[in-house]
Each structure stands twice: as C-alpha cells, then as structure tokens.
C-alpha cells in the first residue's frame, strides 16, 4: 500500500481481492465464529450495536458502493437499506429493529462479497473517476470493515461473562536502546499537514495544506497506566480545579474516579480486558479514559493537550528532508514498526517500538492507544465532501474532539500519519490514550 498511484490496474485488483477476503476473514472472527447468535443479537450497552448489526452493515455499505455505484448493478435487498443506515436509527434503537439474524446476515454478506469479487475485474478503474480512481471506493469500504472491526472490539470490551477472544498474542518487542528524554522539542515553523496525493485518504483528510507552528514540547510516550495513577492519588479526581467545567459535572454525575474497567480490590488496581481480570500493568499507556480525564491530566501535569496539527507535525514532519512523511518512521509501512491489526489484545509497555519513531524521535505514535486532541473536528481549508457528507461533514464542530494515531486495534489499512478519528469527550469505552505537550516559550 506504500504506492497504489505506480500499480498497474490488475496488480491493484489483485491487492484489493486480498484486502477484501482479509478484512472479512476478521469480522466473522468477531461474531459469528466468535459467540453463539444469541449474544450477537444482544445489545451489551446502549452504546453499541448488537454485532449482527455490524455484520450486516458492512455487507450492505459494501453493496451500495462496490455492487450498486461502482458497478452499476440492481439493489439486492432494498428492503433492508434503512435497517442498516446508521443515521437513521441511533444505536440505542438497533436491537428493536427487524434485523437480519446472524445465518442471514452471513449469508447475506457472502453473497454481496461473491458479487463484488465477479465484478471487480468487469470495473474500470478510471483516474479521470475520482470514486475509483487508484480503486478509492474499494479502499473506502475495505477500511470501513476494518473500522467496524474496531467496533466490534469495544463491543467485545463492553460484554459481560466469559473471555470470547483468544489472547495468546505475541510478546510486544524489548525495549531498545537508551532511555529516551521524556518530551521532545518541536522546532518553529511550518509544514505541510492532510494529504492531497493518498489515494485511500478520507475526504477530512485532505488537501495538504501549510500549517506553521511555534515551537512546543510533546511527550516522548503516550502517558502511562503508573504516571495516571500518579493523578489519581494526588486527588486528581476530586480537585476541579483541573478539570473542564463540562468534565467537572460529567465526573460527579457518573462518579468517576479512574479510568474505564479500572478497579481497586485489596489495595491492588485491577482491571477487566476482554473478560479477564489482571493487575493494571504499570508501563503501558493508559487506555479507556475520556477527554476530560486527559485534559484534567494534563492541567494537573502543567501541561495540555497538544492540538492535532502539534500531533501530526510531531509524527510526520521531516525536518531534514523538509517533507512529511506518510507513517513516522517512513514512506512505507513496515511490520513490527508499531502495535497495530489486533496482534495482541492491549497496548504494548511504552519503549517497546523505538524503530517506528517519528524523525523528531517521538515513539509510539501509531497504535497501541488513541491519543485524544485539543482540536475540535472540522474541514481543512478547501474541505470537499467525498463521496458522501455524512462521513465527516455532518460531524464538523465543537461537540466532537479530534483522535489521532490508531490503536492497537487499529489495522494497518486504517491508518496512517494523516488520518483524523473523532468523538465526543465523554468517551472512553473506545481505546483510548493521550500524550502531552507544553508552549516551549516558558
């Protein structure tokens, strides 16, 4: 995926066919091979779908686009299109909904891939097309799986009862090296932010625009589970004078006093992942925490949040070459750079990838835990919709906070230094972290 503009249209097919069947091969690996149907047509929380849902919203978002604006083929299942329109039924009203059950969800959606994968070589894939120019409407739905398999994950999260995934994933690497400084000074001046030539880019992701900063610090690492209880037991969660007057009634409303699926039992923090009960590890970044519990972190450390540009010139910016880079550590992804796609079940010790750090030195960038913003979520200068407005436009504005770098749930496919995620800052059943940043005129 390093350069889908130099493939040649059949190479590019044949990578898409792999993507496809990937993909898909890990939703099924999230629900139906994974719990019995009738905990895939149960809600677990209000804030999430039940999984049949996702099942079959992928396979219908999948037949909209690759089968019926792609291809130009006949609807399947009108009927059904409503049912799995995620702006028309809120995730609380889902369960209520006549879905498809999980055999005929299966079904459903094999059928739509075995379409799909007949016409693939049937569509061309036109430059003078922006929807499948470098196979851009392919890559769109490829990448929507792989988000709703991110989903599904904090669905899994969210369940009750017995551990329904394997967690026999591989040991994160040794840390190497010298121990790093723990922030990093990031020079002033500008550079070039979004992204005008990623052929998979999401329309919030572009045009490449320039952006100048003054100079700031940012932390090395993402914020560790030790360095947050360091808040806790400092009375972070009881002083507001750090917290956001919104977090501040958020925190007392709903009794917040550590992160998400954290818990104090006999003097030992524990936490619950996927069903299993552990010691909360002390080195590996904090997860499931909000906005305002970063915010308030980072007020009480002397510091704040940094703002998305801040982050991604941290992650992306060059500034020998004077360029931006695609991931930190280069042009091409590369394995083993970053804990990404699901490779085990939580964030790795911080320290654990300084092969994946950025030019500036800054590690972890990409993977193990979203990193929550100080930006709100809004277009670039020359923002377009494409191909669709309810992707990101509809979402434009102060009630949603910008999330960068992927987590460990995160495929490869779904992100890079450029790509925005976003959500409301009482969030936390997603996983999500934070690193801080300080104005370096101080």
């Not at 379409?115 to 070589?121: F, P």
Request: aromatic content about 12%; hydrophobic content about 40%; charged content about 25%.
């Amino acid at each position: 995926m390093a350069a889908l503009t130099t493939v040649d249209e059949d190479d590019l097919k044949e990578l898409i066919a792999a993507e496809l069947e990937a993909v898909r091969r890990r939703s099924l690996g999230l629900t139906t091979e994974a719990l019995p149907p009738g905990e895939l047509t149960a809600q677990v929380s209000p804030l999430m779908s039940p999984l049949v849902w996702d099942l079959a919203h992928v396979g219908n978002y999948e037949e909209l686009w690759l089968l019926r604006a792609a291809a130009g083929a006949e609807p399947m299942r009108p009927e059904i299109d409503h049912l799995y329109n995620a702006f028309e039924h809120p995730r609380a009203e889902r369960p209520s909904l006549p879905l498809l059950p999980p055999d005929e969800a299966r079904a459903y959606i094999a059928t739509v891939r075995a379409k799909v994968l007949d016409s693939l070589a049937k569509v061309p894939l036109r430059e003078d097309d922006p929807l499948t120019a470098g196979g851009f409407v392919y890559g769109m739905v490829v990448q929507h799986e792989h988000q709703h398999d991110e989903t599904m994950l904090a669905t899994h999260q969210l369940r009750k009862g017995a551990p329904a995934l394997l967690d026999a994933g591989e040991p994160p690497p040794a840390p190497g090296g010298a121990a790093a400084e723990p922030e990093v000074l990031i020079e002033a001046g500008p550079f070039e932010m979004g992204t005008s030539d990623e052929p998979w880019a999401y329309d919030n992701e572009r045009p490449a625009h320039i952006v100048d900063l003054p100079a700031y610090y940012i932390d090395t690492y993402p914020v560790t589970n030790r360095a947050y209880l360091a808040f806790m037991e400092a009375g972070g969660y009881e002083d507001p004078r750090w917290w956001h007057p919104e977090g501040w009634r958020w925190r007392s409303r709903h009794n917040r006093t550590a992160p998400g699926f954290w818990r104090r039992e006999g003097g030992q923090w524990l936490r619950r992942r996927f069903g299993r009960i552990e010691p909360v590890p002390m080195d590996e970044p904090v997860q499931h925490v909000s906005w305002y519990e970063a915010d308030a972190y980072a007020r009480w450390a002397g510091k704040r949040l940094p703002s998305e540009a801040e982050w991604e010139k941290a992650a992306r910016w060059d500034p020998a070459a004077q360029r931006s880079r695609r991931f930190p550590w280069g042009d091409v992804y590369e394995e083993g750079r970053a804990n990404l796609g699901q490779r085990r079940l939580r964030p790795a010790p911080v320290g654990s990838y300084p092969q994946g750090a950025s030019a500036y030195g800054v590690q972890q960038m990409l993977g193990d835990v979203w990193e929550w913003t100080s930006s709100d979520f809004t277009g670039y200068p020359g923002f377009r919709a494409f191909p669709y407005k309810e992707y990101s436009q509809v979402f434009f504005g102060p009630e949603y906070k910008v999330l960068r770098g992927g987590s460990w749930a995160t495929h490869p496919l779904a992100v890079r230094g450029t790509f925005r995620n976003w959500d409301f800052p009482i969030r936390r059943q997603i996983f999500t972290g934070f690193r801080c940043a300080r104005d370096a005129a101080r």
